[in-house]
Protein backbone atom coordinates (compact mmCIF):
# COMPACT_ATOMS: atom_id res chain seq x y z
CA UNK A 1 0.00 0.00 0.00
CA UNK A 2 2.67 2.91 0.85
CA UNK A 3 5.73 2.26 -0.64
CA UNK A 4 8.75 4.64 -1.54
CA UNK A 5 8.30 5.31 -5.26
CA UNK A 6 10.92 7.53 -5.49
CA UNK A 7 9.15 10.74 -5.54
CA UNK A 8 8.17 11.05 -2.20
CA UNK A 9 9.77 12.59 0.77
CA UNK A 10 8.91 12.07 4.58
CA UNK A 11 5.84 11.43 3.29
CA UNK A 12 5.39 14.35 1.40
CA UNK A 13 6.26 15.01 -1.98
CA UNK A 14 8.39 17.68 -3.03
CA UNK A 15 5.93 19.85 -4.19
CA UNK A 16 4.32 20.26 -0.83
CA UNK A 17 7.89 20.98 0.65
CA UNK A 18 8.70 23.71 -1.35
CA UNK A 19 4.94 25.25 -0.79
CA UNK A 20 5.51 24.94 2.90
CA UNK A 21 9.05 26.62 2.69
CA UNK A 22 7.74 29.36 0.78
CA UNK A 23 4.44 29.86 3.49
CA UNK A 24 7.43 30.10 6.13
CA UNK A 25 9.95 32.54 4.23
CA UNK A 26 6.22 34.65 3.54
CA UNK A 27 5.59 34.48 7.09
CA UNK A 28 8.63 36.21 8.28
CA UNK A 29 9.71 38.51 5.65
CA UNK A 30 6.86 40.20 4.40
CA UNK A 31 6.10 43.00 6.91
CA UNK A 32 2.68 42.71 9.21
CA UNK A 33 1.18 45.93 7.58
CA UNK A 34 0.85 45.81 4.35
CA UNK A 35 1.78 42.21 2.13
CA UNK A 36 4.79 43.15 -0.48
CA UNK A 37 5.45 46.31 0.76
CA UNK A 38 7.94 47.35 3.57
CA UNK A 39 7.02 50.63 5.42
CA UNK A 40 9.01 52.63 7.34
CA UNK A 41 6.83 53.61 10.41
CA UNK A 42 5.93 57.10 10.76
CA UNK A 43 7.56 59.17 14.18
CA UNK A 44 5.90 62.03 15.94
CA UNK A 45 7.68 64.45 13.81
CA UNK A 46 6.75 63.18 10.27
CA UNK A 47 3.13 63.57 11.04
CA UNK A 48 3.71 66.94 12.35
CA UNK A 49 5.75 68.10 9.23
CA UNK A 50 3.29 66.51 6.81
CA UNK A 51 0.25 68.42 9.04
CA UNK A 52 2.87 71.72 8.48
CA UNK A 53 2.89 70.81 4.67
CA UNK A 54 -0.57 70.61 4.29
CA UNK A 55 -1.71 73.96 5.90
CA UNK A 56 -3.36 72.48 8.98
CA UNK A 57 -0.90 74.63 11.57
CA UNK A 58 1.31 77.66 11.24
CA UNK A 59 4.72 78.00 11.95
CA UNK A 60 4.10 78.91 15.60
CA UNK A 61 2.21 75.89 16.54
CA UNK A 62 4.83 74.10 14.47
CA UNK A 63 7.78 75.16 16.28
CA UNK A 64 6.03 74.93 19.93
CA UNK A 65 4.89 71.25 18.51
CA UNK A 66 8.22 70.47 17.41
CA UNK A 67 10.06 71.56 20.82
CA UNK A 68 8.04 69.77 22.58
CA UNK A 69 8.46 66.43 20.70
CA UNK A 70 12.48 67.00 20.86
Not at 30 to 53: N, W
Request: proline share 4%.
Amino acid sequence: MWHYDGHRFWGMHWFWWILWLIFIFWIFAIPYDIPGQRKKKETPLDILKKRYAAGEINKNEYKEMKKTLE
